[in-house]
């Protein structure tokens, strides 16, 4: 069994070493620990003094292989930076879906996550890059007809032959229903898409209420919410990850709470896109919801760092709130880390015996944390993503002293295909 | 005469040789250039293929020694918060201000800055670190007694000390004159300072409308809003950097223009104490004031970094304006360079022949500007400061390859004193 010793590491304040055995945290210890023989011959041995672990980044929302449209179309309104995109996606093949989630893998390991929930095209190829670069992901087939029921049994066909071809999935990437949102998929393609997740015991991602246009348009032709639209479909449930959530009533936070509705707060892409920032963190919070985050992706937020995204939500939130005391730190991990793990029903997100080795070294020999009062502050408030020194997922090492392995071949591959994308 | 040749440079999308001669920028030219011996033999060469340059960031705003105080009360109410600190002040001595200095001064060469606008204590202290470490800086003698004015005549001798002993500072350190704000200053010392900058033809350093709080005491104690107060003292000018702006009326930001005052925008600060967000750069702009970047100092916002100030300066501003088309990259790049220049009196600010050679060296290579569509973008939106890679300041190398002489020596004696500060 694959076995690997961190000593000396801090956690929580404390040098401990973590002994790592298979995918599994077996046992934290104080940094005295003497391991028998048997122990560690076998093990990798990492010296981490000057070094702390935290766990894992969890991005709950992300549409990976847009890393290949990383500025394209910057400074411009909403309506036609989508025009835009949605003019550019159809360029993809293969091969850059291929390439573009390698870059966002490798994006993802430098800024320390280790799992995130996916949704974009080519699922298949996208989970075949993601493997090889050994992330947990979700991995959607999407649903997205713009209401044009024309489509709708292709799609199904569709989605039923990448979800037989996820059995072959190794176990960290999981398949999951997408439907886009409420204004762009048809009522009834809906309904097929929740009761194949509901059959098959499948996460349902969709973004919900990002834009007050959504919001209005709702209103007018169902005479509900977004939200209140999917509750009258039967669509709300525990299993559902609800991207953005920027535009909901307190009725609306009542539905979620019910359902127990899983949400996902992405400041970086409502704030670039002006798509709103009054995020309702402490409502969610009361409500009993839980609270996630994620990054969405390059082509609205421009990179995938969680860390941003952690310290931005926070700045934001207590500005807009006008109450500095709103969304501390140790909340602000827990969004990053457990909440994420809690709403994909996976056993990471926290350092604890038992629990899947998902985690992060963070080198804290630098200016950013010095001096060091608090670490968390530090490392969301002071610090970036270059902290981030070694990365393990599932008990492997994917990235060691902030190498990854194949990086440079990555950047090459994007850099020779990019150029299809006829920006 | 000391020369540097830039070779392959990337200079708004094309390789570039650049040669600097002294402190100044000699030349730019096609990289096909052939430089006579006697360049080439007296001259450091950087071979930069891969790499782009930008003028070297200027930070309008910051309390450089606050370096010491990152992190040590967080998720705290404002008032708290400056009662915290203002407990925690007194216990600086000479030493730790030249630690912490040397440590802001370390931030900042590695997040790209070469310039910064500084107010904080024991001033000569401060410019003995600053020029250990070449940056270029304004260092004020701050007044601020609290409306108690028996301390009035020990500060003015404190400040003419300081004066006096500026004029052995290097070229690179000028003094100017701080007044800490209008509700913490008596309306004398005010005056008294203003003449003082006026006389010496110094910059006047000065906090202004940062909270409502500071607003509405003001209209009740001077039935003027800060702005106008300053103004009713005949303190307003072109020389006044006015730091924060938050909080401003129409009618402010009239007076604020027919005397071409420098205002300096600190978004981090601002949102992390919940100061207020709504920084109205629209109509600043609009009245031709020049707007320029800060960060305040890192008990507030926890650190330096001037590239983070710029995206969440766009990002805030084009959230709450409802409008992704505010603040466009090349007014974020004119905000954080030449409108410092400018504010400051300086020739720098620009990558032009004959200004003062200033510069940074941006590491391209890696995932951040992957696919490389819009440098700008990729370079405030995807990476962070840790592609900084070579920084030059007046015509000397201050970092290369992210190298800084003397950097573990500053964390080192930064550890070995912080906890004088008994947090």
Chains 1, 2 share one sequence.
């Not at 939200?227 to 479909?233: F, I």
């Not at 539905?255 to 309702?280: E, M, P, Q, R, T």
Request: glycine share 6%; net charge negative; charged share 25%.
């Amino acid at each position: 069994m694959k076995r690997i010793i961190i000593k000396n590491v801090l956690l929580d304040g404390e040098e401990k070493n973590i002994l790592i055995e298979g995918n599994i945290i077996k046992k934290i210890s104080c940094c005295e620990t003497v391991y028998d023989d048997t122990t560690t011959k076998a093990a990798k041995i990492i010296e981490a003094k000057g070094k702390a672990v935290i766990p894992g980044l969890i991005n709950m929302h992300t549409h990976s292989a847009m890393t290949l449209m990383r500025g394209i179309y910057e400074d411009a309104k909403l309506n036609e930076w989508l025009s835009y995109i949605w003019k550019v996606e159809p360029r993809l093949d293969e091969e850059m879906i291929y390439w573009g989630t390698r870059l966002a893998c490798l994006e993802m390991l430098k800024s320390g996550t280790t799992t995130f929930n996916d949704q974009y095209w080519m699922t298949d190829t996208a989970v075949k890059a993601i493997a090889e670069m050994g992330l947990r992901s979700m991995n959607s087939y999407v649903f997205l007809d713009m209401n044009d029921t024309s489509k709708d049994e292709y799609l199904k066909e569709e989605c039923l032959k990448v979800y037989e071809k996820s059995a072959s999935w190794s176990g960290l990437n999981k398949f999951t229903v997408a439907v886009h949102a409420p204004y762009s998929v048809s009522g009834s393609l809906m309904l097929w898409a929740n009761d194949f997740a509901v059959k098959n015991n499948l996460l349902l991602h969709i973004h919900l209420s990002e834009t007050a246009k959504e919001q209005e348009d709702s209103f007018r032709l169902h005479k509900l919410s977004p939200t209140g639209y999917l509750e009258s479909l039967g669509m709300l449930s525990p299993k559902v990850l609800a991207a953005h959530c920027v535009w909901m009533s307190e009725k609306d936070i009542e539905l979620l709470a019910l359902h127990d509705v899983k949400i996902v707060h992405n400041i970086n892409s409502n704030l670039k896109l002006a798509s709103g920032y009054k995020f309702k963190y402490k409502e969610f919070k009361d409500a009993g919801l839980t609270v996630t985050l994620g990054t969405d992706g390059c082509a609205s937020s421009n990179n995938l760092d969680m860390l941003e995204a952690m310290k931005t939500a926070a700045l934001v939130q207590k500005a807009w709130r006008e109450d500095p005391t709103v969304m501390p730190l140790n909340e602000l991990m827990d969004m990053a880390t457990v909440n994420g793990a809690k709403a994909l029903d996976l056993d990471c997100g926290s350092i604890e015996e038992g629990k899947l080795a998902d985690m992060v070294l963070i080198d804290i020999d630098n200016y950013a944390f010095t001096p060091n009062y608090n670490f968390l502050a530090n490392l969301i408030y002071s610090a970036n993503s270059s902290c981030v020194d070694t990365v393990i997922c599932n008990g492997d090492i994917v990235m060691e002293n902030r190498h990854v392995n194949g990086e440079e071949e990555i950047l090459e591959n994007v850099r020779r295909i990019y150029g299809r994308l006829n920006i």
